[in-house]
Antibody
Framework: EVQLLESGGGLVQPGGSLRLSCAAS????????MSWVRQAPGKGLEWVSA????????WHADSVTGRFTTSRDNSKNTVYLQMNNLRAEDTALYYC???????????????WGQGTPVTVSS | QSALTQPASVSGSPGQSITISCTGT?????????VSWYQQHPGKAPKLLIY???NRPSGVPDRFSGSKSGNTASLTISGLQAEDEAHYYC?????????FGGGTKLTVL
């Protein structure tokens, strides 16, 4: 059974940093690209970032480029989202999601975690 | 502003059919057949309903179907049921600035 478990969310002041983790199980982790998707309270889904299965390539939304970094450790079946210089508008529930198709990143997600909440406030 | 445009809300009665549209451009939805649809109930994670325009993952009822014409994709739900009341989001692969649709609230009357 595929499982994705996010952690690392919390309350942080503007300008602060957080690192989110997503621990995966139940599939060949290194074969699949992964993405982070966030959802602000009462709002829709916003794609944040993606990373290839090998971790050699990443993509980030314009809204987080230069502040967020995505990485993975395939030995630990975990993908990370390092968030720096956080802003109030980064407040959201952050989901990690698994690509439907191995090897390629095409932003289609067949499994999602339950999310970890991030609140940016002074 | 969402790159993919969806109606904010749709409604239908049990047993009826509804269609939710998702309009993009020739650079995203019109260029690729990697269109996906997600259902989200309140307080829950999104669930994949349709991928690659019209494919259903195992376990998704065949009441849910997807299609695409030009720069517009559509999700059709036939035989509406009360449990279909939820938000629905589309997404299309593109090489830059990937975005979801703004979401459509489906109300089952």
């Amino acid at each position: 059974e595929v499982q994705l478990l996010e952690s690392g969310g919390g309350l942080v002041q503007p300008g602060g940093s957080l690192r989110l983790s997503c621990a995966a199980s139940g599939f060949s982790f290194s074969t699949y690209g992964m993405s982070w998707v966030r959802q602000a309270p009462g709002k829709g889904l916003e794609w944040v970032s993606a990373i290839t299965g090998s971790g050699d390539k990443t993509w980030h939304a314009d809204s987080v480029t230069g502040r967020f970094t995505t990485s993975r450790d395939n030995s630990k079946n975990t993908v990370y989202l390092q968030m720096n210089n956080l802003r109030a508008e980064d407040t959201a529930l952050y989901y990690c999601a698994k690509e439907t198709t191995p090897i390629i990143v095409i932003t289609q997600f067949d499994y999602w975690g339950q999310g970890t909440p991030v609140t940016v406030s002074s | 502003q969402s790159a993919l445009t969806q109606p904010a809300s749709v409604s239908g009665s049990p047993g009826q059919s509804i269609t939710i549209s998702c309009t993009g451009t020739s650079n995203d939805l019109g260029a690729y057949n990697y269109v996906s649809w997600y259902q989200q109930h309140p307080g829950k994670a999104p669930k994949l309903l349709i991928y690659e325009v019209s494919n259903r993952p195992s376990g998704v009822p065949d009441r849910f179907s997807g299609s695409k014409s030009g720069n517009t994709a559509s999700l059709t739900i036939s035989g509406l049921q009360a449990e279909d009341e939820a938000h629905y989001y589309c997404n299309s692969y593109t090489t830059t600035n990937i975005k979801f649709g703004g979401g459509t609230k489906l109300t089952v009357l």
